[in-house]
């Protein structure tokens, strides 16, 4: 079983709709959790971190689940402009940090 | 502000040379990675850096040195280029352990 483990995709989702991403990981000892977004030939940018009570950030909400060990983005009223491939990165213990390979999103006019 | 600067932004090498991708960072952070993508696959660490004078093998560390000397710099260090080392390479740095990483624009590699 991978370390951190996401669907690839792709998500093609009209504008307006609501998705979600899972990303699930193995190390029950994890510690921090973050999700990324990584435009084509660019470089990860930091989208949010992943707080245990979930947190949300415009339209943006993340949610930990340490039960069944997976984090969630969900993005409401999807935009052109969040076509990306969205990355969960997990840190586990001394300087361990693994990311997932990423989802893709294509929101469709 | 500056962040986590790369350089060069685009490099074309010949199988067998060598070369140093530049990273540097502002934001006086401890901790340092150097990580290659590739299409397809996700983020692979080659080498990373907890501290000046301080540095370890990550995932596929064949092929690349680094060393860091100072707290801001962390460069890396191809010895003999080899086809398979095409891909696109981002430096990263980041504060504490427990905290995101900071990543540069990237230097998109290409071995002939």
């Known amino acids: 079983r991978k370390e951190v483990e996401q669907d690839p995709g792709p998500f093609n989702v009209p504008e307006g709709a609501t998705v979600a991403f899972n990303c699930t990981y193995s190390?029950?000892?994890?510690?921090?959790f973050f999700w990324y977004r990584q435009d084509c030939r660019k470089e990860p940018k930091l989208l949010m971190s992943?707080?245990?009570s979930g947190n949300e950030d415009g339209r943006f909400t993340a949610q930990l689940n340490r039960a069944s060990q997976y984090i969630s983005l969900l993005i409401r009223d999807s935009k052109l402009s969040d076509s990306a491939t969205y990355l969960c990165?997990?840190?586990?213990?001394?300087?361990?940090?693994?990311f997932g390979t990423g989802t893709k999103l294509q929101v469709i006019p | 502000n500056a962040g986590v600067t790369q350089t060069p932004k685009f490099q074309v090498l010949k199988t067998g040379q060598s070369m140093t991708l530049q990273c540097a960072q502002d934001?006086?952070?401890?901790?340092m990675s150097w990580y290659r993508q590739d299409p397809g696959m996700g983020l692979r660490l080659i080498h990373y850096?907890?501290?000046?004078?301080?540095?370890d093998q990550g995932e596929v560390p064949n092929g690349y040195n680094v060393s860091r000397s100072t707290t801001e710099d962390f460069p890396l260090r191809l010895l003999s280029a080899a086809p398979s080392q095409t891909s696109v390479y981002f430096c990263?740095?980041?504060?504490?352990?427990?905290?995101?990483?900071?990543f540069g624009d990237g230097t998109r590699l290409s071995i002939l």
């Open positions: 990263a740095s980041r504060s504490s352990l427990n905290q995101p990483q900071h």
């Open positions: 190390n029950s000892a994890s510690q921090s």
């Open positions: 992943v707080y245990s």
């Open positions: 990165v997990v840190l586990g213990g001394y300087q361990k940090v693994t």
């Open positions: 934001m006086n952070h401890e901790y």
């Open positions: 850096s907890v501290g000046a004078g301080i540095t």
